[in-house]
C-alpha cells in the first residue's frame, strides 16, 4: 500500500503551479471579460463573435477584425457585449487601429476592477495566460509560454505557445501577476498563437478621444492609418540599397526587409526536351484585414529564371509566354472594395535588355489615394534563356508605387 | 397562243415543265395523258385544259375523286385561265399555267462566289489547304509537348477528327442543299472553309507580330477587330453564296447571324473571375522585334494615366453610392 500513498503525494507534488494562477487571474477577472457580438440587424443573430476586455470601468479593447462588419455595413449590424449575465448591452465604437488589429469600445458601467496593463513584456519562457470565448463555448483561460516578438513580422506581434482559437480574438493575453501583455489576435495551429503587444493598445487608449466619433471620423482615421502605414514600410525599402544576387542570367534582390521571406526552387536540369526554372519567391506571412473581402499593406515578389537552350526558339517563347499571360494580385480584394485592374504593357530596355513590362493598378473605392500596384517583366527571349520579375504592392499611394516600380526595374535585371 | 404547265413540288419549285400548241390537253394518272400524274390522289382522267372559240383555255374537272382546287383552296368544276401563273391542286399534284408571253426575270450575272467557283473547285487547292490545316494542328501539338514525357505524337492522331470536325459545315450546307433541290457543292465549300482556316493562321501569325511590336495601339487592336470579323463575313457569305441562296436579304441576315457568334459568345461568358488583370503578354525571340524598346522612364510617366482612370473610376463609385446623414463613404456599401 506504501506504493500508492508514494505515488499519491507525488501526484500532487507534480500539480503544476500554473493552476493556482490560472484559476486566481480567472476568478479576478472574468467580471471584465466580456463577449463581443456582431449583431446582424435582420435576423437578430449573431454574425461574428469575438472577446473583449475592460481596460477602464468604460471601455473595452478588442480585435479590429472583431466588430469590421459594423464599420462597413453600418446599418446593417450592431454591437452588443454579451456580459456573461445573459443580459446583453450595447457597445459604440471610440477609436480603432487597423494597422494592429485593434479597436477600443464604449461599454456599460464595469462594476468591478478592470485590467491593468503590464508596463513591460514578460521573458521568454515564462508563463502566460491567453483569456477569451474560444467557439461561443464559454470564458476559458488557457495556459501558454511567451515566446518573445514574432520574427520577420512588419507588424508586432507576440508569440506565444499556447492554444489561441476563434472567438477568443481580442480576448486578453495576461502574465502570472494577471495583467494584459496583448491582445489574442490570431494562430497558426498546433499551439502556435499571435498577439498584439500591449505597447500598441497604450497607443490607441492614449490618441482615442472619449466621445464616440460618426462614422466617417473613423473612416478617415483608417485612411490615414493605411496611408501612414505603407509610407512607414516602403520608405526604407526605397531608400535602402538592395543587396542583390545571381538569379541564372537575372540578378534579384536577396532580402530587402526583414519582413519579407523569400523561397526557392527548381527543377531537373538533366531533362530532355524541357525548360530548366529556377524560381524565388518573396512575400509577408501578414496582412492588414479590413473587412471580410479586403486585405492589404503587402507586398510580394516572385523571380524565375527560365533555361531551354536545346529546345527551338519558337518552341521555348511558347512555353515562356505561357507563364506571364496570368498573374494577379496577392492580397484579397472584392468588386465593392477595388475597381478594375488597368494595365499597360510595353517592351521596355532594361539595363539594355529589351524587356516586356507590364504595370497594372487597381484602386481602393473607399480610400481614395490607395492603390494595389502590379509589375510582371520577362526578357526578350535571348537564346531561348528568359528571366521573368514580378512584384504586387497592396495599399500604396501612387508615388510610392511608383518609386518602388522604378527602383526594382533599376535593380532587377539581365547581366549579359 | 401556246401554253405551258408546270408541275410544282410541295414547296413550290418547279419539277417538271411542259409547253403545248394543241387545242386540248388531258392531266391523269393515265398512261394515255397528255401530262401523266404521279400523285396517287389523282384519277387517271382528272382534268382537261381546252382551248375555246375566243381563243381562251378552261380548266375542266373530269368528276374527280379528289377535285380541283385553285389558289384559294376552292374546289372548281371548271374555270377559265383568265391570266397568266394561275395556279391549281388535282389531288395533291401542284401545278402552274403559263402563257407563252409570261414576262420572264432577269439575267443574274455571275457573282463572286460563281466566279470563284471554278478555282475552289480545283482538287490541288483543296488538298493544299487540308494539307496545310493538318500541319498547323500538327505544329500546335508539338509546340505544346514539353518534357520528357510528352506524348505529342499521340496526339496527332487526333488530326483526322478534327479535321472531319471542321468539314461539318460545308457538309451541312451540302445535305441542306441536297434536301431543297440545289446542287451541293460540297468540294467547293469544303475548299473555301479550309481556304479560311488557313488564312486565319496567318492571320494569327500577323498578330502575334503585331502585337509584340505595337502592344495594344490603335493599329494592332483595330486590326485584331477588323480582319477576323472580316474573315468570317467572307467566308459564311460565300458559304451561303455557294449555296444560291436568292433573297439578299436572307443571306445578309445569315452571313451577320454566323458571323456575329465569334463577338457573343466571349459576351456571353461570366467576367473573369478575381477581378484578374487583362493585359498584353505577347513575346517572340528577339530578332521579331522591329523597334527600339522604351525607356523606363516614359513607361512610368505613361502609368500616370492608370492612376488617373482607376481614380476616377472609384471616385465615380463613391459618389454613387447614397450619402445617409452623417455616413462616411465606407458605412454603406450598397
Same mark, same amino acid.
Given at each position: 500500500?506504501?506504493?500508492r500513498?508514494?505515488c499519491?503525494?507525488?501526484?500532487?507534488l507534480?500539480?503544476?503551479?500554473w493552476?493556482d494562477t490560472?484559476?486566481?487571474?480567472?476568478?479576478?477577472?472574468?467580471?471584465?471579460?466580456i463577449?463581443v457580438q456582431?449583431?446582424?440587424?435582420q435576423?437578430?443573430?449573431?454574425?461574428?463573435?469575438?472577446?473583449?476586455?475592460y481596460?477602464?470601468?468604460?471601455?473595452?479593447?478588442t480585435?479590429y477584425?472583431?466588430?469590421?462588419?459594423?464599420?462597413q !455595413?453600418?446599418? !446593417?449590424?450592431?454591437?452588443?457585449a454579451?456580459?456573461?449575465t445573459g443580459?446583453?448591452?450595447?457597445?459604440?465604437?471610440?477609436?480603432v487601429?487597423?494597422?494592429n488589429?485593434l479597436a477600443?469600445?464604449?461599454?456599460p458601467?464595469?462594476q468591478?476592477h478592470p485590467?491593468?496593463l503590464a *508596463?513591460?513584456?514578460?521573458a521568454?519562457g515564462e508563463?502566460?495566460?491567453?483569456l477569451?470565448?474560444?467557439?461561443?463555448?464559454g470564458m476559458v483561460?488557457?495556459?501558454?509560454?511567451?515566446n518573445g516578438?514574432?520574427q520577420?513580422?512588419?507588424?508586432p506581434r507576440?508569440h506565444?505557445?499556447?492554444s489561441i482559437n476563434? *472567438?477568443?480574438s481580442g480576448?486578453p493575453?495576461v502574465?502570472?501577476?494577471g495583467?494584459?501583455?496583448?491582445?489574442n489576435?490570431a494562430?497558426?495551429?498546433?499551439?502556435?498563437?499571435f498577439?498584439?503587444p500591449v505597447?500598441q493598445?497604450n497607443t490607441?487608449?492614449a490618441r482615442?478621444?472619449?466621445t464616440?466619433?460618426?462614422?466617417?471620423v473613423l473612416q478617415?482615421?483608417?485612411l490615414?492609418?493605411?496611408l501612414?502605414?505603407?509610407?512607414?514600410?516602403?520608405s526604407p525599402?526605397?531608400?535602402d540599397?538592395?543587396?542583390m544576387q $545571381?538569379?541564372?542570367?537575372?540578378?534579384?534582390?536577396e532580402?530587402?526587409?526583414p519582413?519579407?521571406?523569400c523561397?526557392g526552387r527548381?527543377?531537373?536540369?538533366?531533362?530532355v526536351n524541357?525548360?530548366?526554372s529556377a524560381?524565388?519567391?518573396?512575400?509577408?506571412s501578414?496582412e492588414?484585414?479590413l473587412?471580410?473581402?479586403l486585405t492589404?499593406?503587402?507586398l510580394?515578389?516572385?523571380f524565375?529564371w527560365?533555361?531551354?537552350?536545346d529546345l527551338p526558339p519558337l518552341?521555348?517563347n511558347?512555353h515562356?509566354q505561357a507563364k506571364?499571360a496570368y498573374?494577379?494580385?496577392?492580397?484579397?480584394?472584392?468588386?465593392?472594395d477595388i475597381?478594375e485592374?488597368?494595365?499597360q504593357s510595353?517592351i521596355?530596355?532594361?539595363a539594355?535588355?529589351?524587356?516586356r513590362v507590364i504595370?497594372c493598378?487597381?484602386?481602393?473605392k473607399?480610400?481614395?489615394?490607395?492603390f494595389?500596384a502590379?509589375y510582371m517583366?520577362?526578357?526578350?527571349a535571348?537564346? !531561348?534563356?528568359?528571366?521573368i520579375?514580378h512584384f504586387?504592392?497592396?495599399?500604396?499611394?501612387?508615388?510610392?508605387?511608383k518609386?518602388?516600380?522604378?527602383?526594382?526595374?533599376?535593380?532587377?535585371v539581365w547581366q549579359? | 397562243?401556246a401554253?405551258?404547265?408546270e408541275?410544282?413540288n410541295?414547296q413550290?419549285r418547279?419539277?417538271?415543265?411542259?409547253k403545248?400548241n394543241?387545242q386540248?390537253?388531258?392531266?391523269g394518272r393515265g398512261y394515255?395523258?397528255?401530262?401523266i400524274?404521279?400523285?396517287p390522289?389523282?384519277? $387517271?382522267?382528272?382534268?382537261?385544259?381546252?382551248?375555246?372559240?375566243q381563243?381562251?383555255w378552261?380548266?375542266t374537272d373530269m368528276?374527280?375523286?379528289n377535285?380541283?382546287?385553285?389558289?384559294?383552296?376552292?374546289r372548281?368544276s371548271?374555270q377559265l385561265?383568265s391570266?397568266?401563273?394561275?395556279e391549281?391542286?388535282?389531288g395533291r399534284q401542284r401545278?402552274r399555267?403559263?402563257?407563252?408571253?409570261?414576262?420572264?426575270?432577269a439575267?443574274?450575272p455571275?457573282?463572286?462566289?460563281?466566279?470563284?467557283?471554278?478555282l475552289?473547285?480545283s482538287?490541288?487547292?483543296?488538298?493544299c489547304?487540308?494539307?496545310l490545316?493538318?500541319?498547323?494542328?500538327?505544329?500546335e501539338f508539338w509546340?505544346?509537348?514539353l518534357?520528357?514525357d510528352s506524348q505529342?505524337q499521340?496526339q496527332?492522331l487526333l488530326?483526322?477528327?478534327l479535321l472531319?470536325?471542321?468539314a461539318l459545315?460545308?457538309l451541312l450546307?451540302?445535305?441542306w442543299a441536297?434536301?431543297?433541290?440545289?446542287?451541293?457543292?460540297?468540294r467547293?465549300?469544303l475548299?473555301l472553309t479550309f481556304?479560311?482556316?488557313v488564312?486565319?493562321?496567318c492571320w494569327?501569325?500577323l498578330?502575334?507580330?503585331?502585337h509584340f511590336?505595337?502592344n495594344?495601339?490603335?493599329l494592332?487592336?483595330?486590326l485584331?477587330?477588323?480582319?477576323p470579323?472580316?474573315l468570317?463575313?467572307?467566308?459564311f457569305?460565300?458559304?451561303?453564296?455557294?449555296?444560291s441562296?436568292?433573297?439578299?436579304?436572307?443571306?445578309v *441576315?445569315l452571313t451577320?447571324?454566323?458571323?456575329?457568334?465569334?463577338?457573343?459568345?466571349?459576351?456571353?461568358q461570366?467576367?473573369?473571375l478575381?477581378?484578374?488583370?487583362q493585359?498584353?503578354h505577347q513575346l517572340?525571340?528577339?530578332?521579331?522585334?522591329?523597334?527600339?524598346?522604351?525607356?523606363?522612364d516614359?513607361?512610368?510617366d505613361?502609368?500616370?494615366?492608370l492612376?488617373?482612370n482607376?481614380a476616377a473610376?472609384?471616385?465615380?463609385?463613391?459618389?454613387?453610392?447614397?450619402?445617409?446623414?452623417q455616413?462616411?463613404?465606407l458605412a454603406s456599401n450598397?
Open positions: 500500500m506504501w506504493y500513498v508514494f499519491g503525494l507525488g501526484l500532487m507534480a500539480q503544476p503551479v493552476a490560472a484559476q486566481n487571474v480567472f476568478s479576478n477577472y472574468q467580471d471584465a471579460l463577449q456582431v449583431i446582424e440587424n435576423t437578430q443573430r449573431k454574425s461574428a463573435i469575438g472577446s473583449g476586455f481596460v477602464s470601468n468604460n471601455l473595452v479593447i480585435n477584425h472583431v466588430i469590421a462588419e459594423k464599420i !455595413q453600418q446599418q !446593417q449590424y450592431q454591437l452588443m454579451n456580459l456573461g443580459s446583453n448591452q450595447q457597445l459604440d465604437i471610440i477609436a487601429d487597423v494597422i488589429d477600443l469600445l464604449r461599454a458601467q464595469l468591478q485590467f491593468t *508596463g513591460s513584456l514578460p521568454q508563463q502566460v495566460f491567453s477569451g470565448n474560444p467557439h461561443d463555448l483561460v488557457v495556459p501558454g509560454t511567451f516578438m514574432k520577420q513580422s512588419f507588424y507576440l506565444v505557445t499556447g476563434p *472567438g477568443m480576448g493575453s502574465n502570472s501577476t495583467e494584459v501583455i496583448g491582445v489576435v494562430t497558426a495551429g498546433n499551439q502556435i498563437g498577439v498584439v505597447a493598445v490607441l487608449m482615442a478621444g472619449s464616440v466619433p460618426e462614422m466617417a478617415q482615421q483608417i490615414q492609418q493605411l501612414a502605414n505603407q509610407q512607414q514600410m516602403l525599402l526605397l531608400s540599397a538592395w543587396k $545571381a538569379l541564372g542570367n537575372g540578378r534579384v534582390p532580402d530587402i526587409a519582413f519579407v521571406q523561397w527548381s527543377s531537373d536540369r538533366k531533362e524541357s525548360i530548366y524560381s524565388a519567391s518573396c512575400g509577408q501578414e492588414i484585414y473587412s471580410q473581402s492589404t499593406g503587402k510580394e515578389m516572385q524565375e527560365l533555361d531551354g537552350t518552341k521555348f511558347h515562356y506571364i498573374s494577379n494580385a496577392d492580397n484579397r480584394a472584392g468588386k465593392r475597381t485592374f488597368s494595365c510595353d521596355v530596355a532594361l539594355n535588355q529589351a524587356t504595370f493598378v487597381r484602386a481602393y473607399d480610400y481614395p489615394g490607395l494595389d502590379l517583366a520577362a526578357t526578350i535571348d537564346g !531561348q534563356q528568359g528571366f520579375s504586387t504592392l497592396a495599399g500604396v499611394t501612387q508615388d510610392n508605387a518609386a518602388f516600380a522604378r527602383k526594382f526595374m533599376e535593380a532587377v549579359s | 397562243m401554253i405551258l404547265i408541275l410544282l410541295s413550290g418547279v419539277i417538271e415543265r411542259h403545248f394543241q386540248q390537253i388531258s392531266l394515255h395523258n397528255d401530262i400524274l404521279l400523285d390522289h389523282s384519277c $387517271a382522267e382528272h382534268a382537261i385544259l381546252t382551248l375555246d372559240e381563243q381562251q378552261q380548266l368528276d374527280s375523286v377535285g380541283v382546287r385553285n389558289q384559294r383552296g376552292q372548281v371548271q385561265i391570266k397568266s401563273g394561275q391549281f391542286t388535282l401545278l399555267l403559263l402563257f407563252s408571253d409570261h414576262p420572264i426575270a439575267t443574274q455571275l457573282h463572286g462566289a460563281e466566279r470563284l467557283l471554278p475552289l473547285s482538287p490541288l487547292l483543296l488538298i489547304a487540308v494539307l490545316v493538318a500541319l498547323t494542328l500538327g505544329y509546340l505544346d509537348g518534357g520528357e505529342w499521340r496527332l488530326i483526322p477528327f472531319l470536325m471542321f459545315w460545308p450546307l451540302a445535305l441536297r434536301f431543297t433541290g440545289r446542287e451541293p457543292q460540297l467547293p465549300q475548299a481556304s479560311v482556316l488564312l486565319w493562321t494569327e501569325a498578330a502575334a507580330l503585331l511590336n505595337l495594344n495601339n490603335m494592332s487592336q483595330g485584331s477587330y477588323l480582319l470579323t472580316a468570317l463575313l467572307l467566308f457569305w460565300f458559304s451561303f453564296s455557294l449555296l441562296i436568292k433573297r439578299r436579304w436572307l443571306q *441576315g451577320l447571324l454566323f458571323s456575329s457568334f465569334y463577338w457573343v459568345y466571349p459576351w456571353m461570366p467576367s473573369p478575381h477581378y484578374a488583370p493585359y498584353q517572340l525571340p528577339a530578332p521579331w522585334l522591329l523597334r527600339q524598346p522604351t525607356s523606363t516614359s513607361l512610368l505613361s502609368s500616370d494615366r492612376f488617373r482607376t473610376r472609384a471616385e465615380q463609385t463613391r459618389n454613387k453610392k447614397p450619402q445617409q446623414g455616413l462616411g463613404p450598397e
